[in-house]
């Protein structure tokens, strides 16, 4: 069943829903839906329901409740995925698999090393590429909410962002090879249900030596993730499955 994430709320059980532009098309042109088909709606309150299709108009799709859902497909806490701008399509494939994996936001950012660099008139357009391949990513994993996509023009921008989150730890590459192992595993242990953590990434050539002071004068902590270097549109993905694992798998047998 698809699922379409909605700007309004339902204000009343027996209210009419009424879908327009995108999902519209993607209603009537790609999914080729008719009247009783049911889907999926999210929300802006995270609540999600079955619809069920009680017309199809000219630029609307109107749709009626059929029953409400009990959802819980969010990270307890909320990781934000800062990425220094990669090569090719890496950045597309960090933000699709990231969203499946439970991201709550990302911020591509352009690093020292990065060879990839944005044309400021074309900013807007990428972003708003990179997120509807979020939302897409977010209706296919039966997420409760779109994760944004926000640009950063340097490092430096980014970490005045800092003050907005509880955590904030970038992955280092030097730090994987001096065995650390500790910081993730404290942080897991620390965080606790709805704080933040802020998680940076070097782009293929890694944190530079002034990015790693300009962290270092702001006390961010460095982790290692294990004893592999792993390639930059990996790392990220690495760090989302273990804090899936930590706390959608392992808290809920030991509790």
């Known amino acids: 069943m698809q699922r379409y994430f909605v700007a309004n709320e339902l204000e009343n059980d027996h209210d009419t829903l009424s879908i327009a532009g995108e999902n519209f098309h993607h209603i009537t042109r790609v999914m080729r839906m008719k009247v009783s088909d049911q889907v999926f709606i999210v929300f802006p309150s995270k609540k999600t329901c079955i619809a069920a299709i009680t017309a199809i108009n000219e630029d609307e799709v109107l749709l009626s409740l059929v029953k409400w859902l009990t959802e819980d497909t969010e990270l307890p806490i909320k990781i934000t995925i800062a990425s220094g701008l990669p090569k090719g399509d890496k950045l597309e494939l960090i933000i699709q698999k990231s969203t499946e994996l439970g991201a709550h936001k990302f911020v591509p950012f352009k690093a020292e090393r990065s060879v990839v660099k944005w044309d400021e008139k074309k900013v807007v357009k990428k972003v708003e590429r990179l997120q509807k391949i979020s939302q897409e990513a977010a209706e296919q994993s039966h997420r409760t909410l779109i994760p944004q996509v926000q640009y950063a023009a340097s490092l430096k921008d980014l970490i005045t962002l800092h003050a907005d989150y509880d955590y904030v730890i970038a992955a280092y590459e030097e730090s994987a090879r001096e065995g650390e192992d500790s910081t993730l595993f404290h942080l897991f242990q620390t965080i606790q249900p ?8 070097g782009p293929e050539g890694g944190i530079s030596e002034k990015e790693l002071q300009l962290m270092q004068q ?37 509790s």
Do not use: H, M, W
């Not at 709805?194 to 990434?201: A, D, R």
């Not at 460095?222 to 690495?238: D, F, Q, S, V």
């Open 218 to 254: 702001i006390n961010i902590k460095l982790a290692g993730l294990g004893p592999r270097i792993l390639r930059t549109e990996t790392a990220p993905l690495y760090v989302l499955s273990a804090a899936s694992f930590y706390f959608d798998l392992s808290k809920n047998k030991n």
């Open 194 to 201: 709805g704080q933040s953590v802020l998680c940076i990434f």
